[in-house]
């Protein structure tokens, strides 16, 4: 975590990734992943936001809904970034299943007075053009209904460029997090300007 000066850090509110692999730099050292990025471009532009990367590799809508209420006590956050799903839909889960799961976690953030933002991802075609369709429909869907901020896509300009990915074609390069981070950061950083303390 970036140091800030004391009376900074006071005043610092938190910003929770809860995610899977994707948020948790797999196969990556931690300062290289997206979400450190992030921190870097908060300390950078002045904003008295701190980073808790709350992300497990692995880990699929029904575990984070496990475990949501505890991180949300644990580090207090006034914004949570979710992602997650790809885990579920690379096991064929139910659409209706996960998006059961991502909305009751919408739920706990608001309860927790928090602002959540979803992050969407997609997935290759494994299980037919239809549930990919469906899978990746279900982020928009949550966001339109919830009215939540939204990052439509997370690796969005890479799924085309091989040399972006790891050998498991699934995970990106260190080379690729800068990108991630811009993407996201497009749709952070009003979110973190217009909150209010």
């Given at each position: 975590?970036?140091?800030?000066?004391?009376?900074?850090?006071?005043?610092?509110?938190?910003?929770?990734?809860?995610?899977?692999?994707?948020?948790?730099?797999?196969?990556?050292?931690?300062?290289?992943?997206?979400?450190?990025?992030?921190?870097?471009?908060?300390?950078?532009?002045?904003?008295?936001?701190r980073v808790v990367n709350a992300?497990?590799?692995?880990?699929?809508?029904?575990?984070?809904?496990?475990?949501?209420?505890?991180d949300l006590k644990r580090h207090?956050?006034?914004?949570?970034?979710?992602?997650?799903?790809?885990?579920?839909?690379?096991?064929?889960?139910?659409?209706?299943?996960?998006?059961?799961?991502?909305?009751?976690?919408?739920?706990?953030v608001r309860a927790a007075r928090?602002?959540?933002?979803?992050?969407?991802?997609?997935?290759?075609?494994?299980?037919?053009?239809?549930?990919?369709?469906?899978?990746?429909?279900?982020?928009?869907?949550?966001?339109?209904?919830?009215?939540?901020?939204?990052?439509?896509?997370?690796?969005?300009?890479?799924?085309?460029?091989?040399?972006?990915?790891?050998?498991?074609?699934?995970?990106?390069?260190?080379?690729?997090?800068?990108?991630?981070?811009?993407?996201?950061?497009?749709?952070?950083?009003?979110?973190?300007?217009?909150?209010?303390?």
């Amino acid at each position: 975590m970036l140091s800030l000066t004391p009376a900074a850090a006071m005043a610092a509110r938190t910003v929770m990734v809860f995610g899977d692999s994707l948020a948790a730099a797999y196969n990556l050292s931690p300062d290289e992943g997206w979400v450190h990025l992030i921190e870097e471009r908060i300390a950078g532009a002045r904003l008295a936001w701190r980073v808790v990367n709350a992300s497990i590799s692995g880990e699929t809508t029904a575990g984070g809904l496990r475990r949501l209420s505890e991180d949300l006590k644990r580090h207090r956050p006034s914004v949570v970034v979710i992602e997650l799903g790809g885990n579920d839909a690379l096991r064929g889960q139910p659409v209706a299943e996960m998006q059961s799961n991502l909305e009751k976690m919408v739920r706990l953030v608001r309860a927790a007075r928090a602002e959540p933002v979803l992050v969407g991802i997609m997935i290759p075609p494994n299980y037919g053009i239809e549930y990919a369709a469906q899978f990746h429909g279900m982020y928009g869907e949550i966001a339109a209904r919830d009215k939540l901020v939204l990052v439509p896509y997370l690796l969005e300009g890479l799924v085309d460029k091989p040399e972006f990915f790891q050998n498991d074609r699934i995970h990106p390069t260190a080379g690729a997090q800068v990108l991630i981070a811009d993407t996201v950061w497009g749709v952070l950083e009003p979110v973190l300007r217009k909150k209010k303390p």
